[in-house]
């Protein structure tokens, strides 16, 4: 239990008018981490509703098209005072997502007043060690570049001599018999 307090971390976006700048942007977060969007001065008076492609429960699949709102809650109750309010998203899948956030009380995305990405690193476990994303060292391969079978292993060879970890190989396709 201790470990799993330790580990859940708070990142926090605030959000402004000028929206837009945020498309710039690619914010790094891990996995089990909290995302907590607040709104900057320039909102605290407007209607804003935020959607975010992320699932907004465990069990639920990912759709990239599919948007959930996340409502802005205070932990002070006051409904004038707007300056602490924030919604949290609770980062339980690892991937690219995309948020975006309206302030006419709109859920259409032609209403967007502001957007940006967020990447969510994925956990990787061996047995029970976690490993660091920086250990990966991948080499891509163009399979049908390596000839037959029969020569794969010297030509794989030379990237394990030359310190690569793990092989990817594109997919490989039957060819058509005009070719």
Known sequence: MQEE??????????LETNGDL????????KKGWQMRFMLGPSLQAEDVRIFCNHPNEKRKKFSRTLYHEFLFVSPTDH???????????????AGSFHFYFT???????????GQGYFLVDPTLTVGVDHLPLDCIQCQTVISKSLGS????????????ETGYNMIHFTPIQELDQNF
């Open 103 to 113: 302030i006419d009380g709109s859920d259409q995305q032609s209403s967007v007043n």
């Open 149 to 160: 079978m029969y020569h794969w292993e010297g030509r794989l060879k030379v990237a394990k």
């Open 22 to 29: 945020l498309s710039g942007k690619l914010y790094r977060l």
């Open 5 to 14: 307090t330790i580990s859940k971390q708070v990142r926090v976006l605030t």
């Open 79 to 93: 409904r004038n005072d707007t300056c602490d309010t924030f919604a949290m998203v609770d980062l339980v899948l």
